[in-house]
T-cell receptor
Framework: DVKVTQSSRYLVKRTGEKVFLECVQD?????MFWYRQDPGLGLRLIYF???????EKGDIPEGYSVSREKKERFSLILESASTNQTSMYLC???????FGEGSWLTVV | AQSVTQPDIHITVSEGASLELRCNYS??????LFWYVQSPGQGLQLLLK??????LVQGIKGFEAEFKRSQSSFNLRKPSVHWSDAAEYFC????????????FGGGTRLMVKP
């Protein structure tokens, strides 16, 4: 089975902290995605990457950046966390068929 | 711009009853359509997808969905619901088979009564 692994399941961070969310896939897929999930809003695309060192903004990129130094790893970065970034973050890979289990981030 | 509407935020059905979850989309070209299920605290699992061909699509866990272009709908159905089907269900529309830039609906939370 293809696996998409998000190493941090639950995080609590303070306002202004820099936050890294890591996502690793075990397949050689070019495309990887970061989504944010909020109640009633479904999933919204933050960023995606179609190859190493390549990235494209999604629908809500403000306040986020990403890093793709290796094909298997796609990181989401919150440069200065704010309370309105409290959410569930989901990573997915090629075809958006395979999702990680999600990272619950609370910013206090 | 593409959009997806799931009109029902919550649905409650009795175990053994049939189920239909509604999904309406707006998209300028031929859509690629998906249904996902999310159990509490978990990521999303793909139930089924439609790209082309037969408009009735079979998925995992006994689910099926029917693409109706004239109604811009892609409703999810199951003939007999099990208690383990209680979860949140998301419909999504995408531009191509690679799933780039999927747009999701707001989700429908399904509760199953014993």
């Amino acid at each position: 089975d293809v696996k998409v692994t998000q190493s941090s399941r639950y995080l609590v961070k303070r306002t202004g902290e820099k936050v890294f969310l890591e996502c690793v896939q075990d397949m050689d897929h070019e495309n990887m995605f970061w989504y944010r999930q909020d109640p009633g809003l479904g999933l919204r695309l933050i960023y995606f990457s179609y190859d190493v060192k390549m990235k494209e903004k999604g629908d809500i990129p403000e306040g986020y950046s990403v890093s793709r130094e290796k094909k298997e790893r796609f990181s989401l970065i919150l440069e200065s966390a704010s309370t309105n970034q409290t959410s569930m973050y989901l990573c997915a890979n090629q075809h958006t068929i395979y999702f990680g289990e999600g990272s619950w981030l609370t910013v206090v | 711009a593409q959009s997806v509407t799931q009109p029902d935020i919550h649905i409650t059905v009795s175990e053994g009853a049939s189920l239909e979850l509604r999904c309406n989309y707006s998209y300028g070209a031929t859509p690629y359509l998906f249904w996902y299920v999310q159990s509490p605290g978990q990521g999303l699992q793909l139930l089924l997808k439609y790209f082309s061909g037969d408009t009735l699509v079979q998925g995992i866990k006994g689910f099926e969905a029917e693409f109706k272009r004239s109604q811009s709908s892609f409703n999810l159905r199951k003939p007999s619901v099990h208690w383990s089907d209680a979860a949140e269900y998301f419909c999504a529309v995408g531009a191509n088979n690679a799933g780039n830039m999927l747009t999701f609906g707001g989700g429908t939370r399904l509760m199953v009564k014993p």
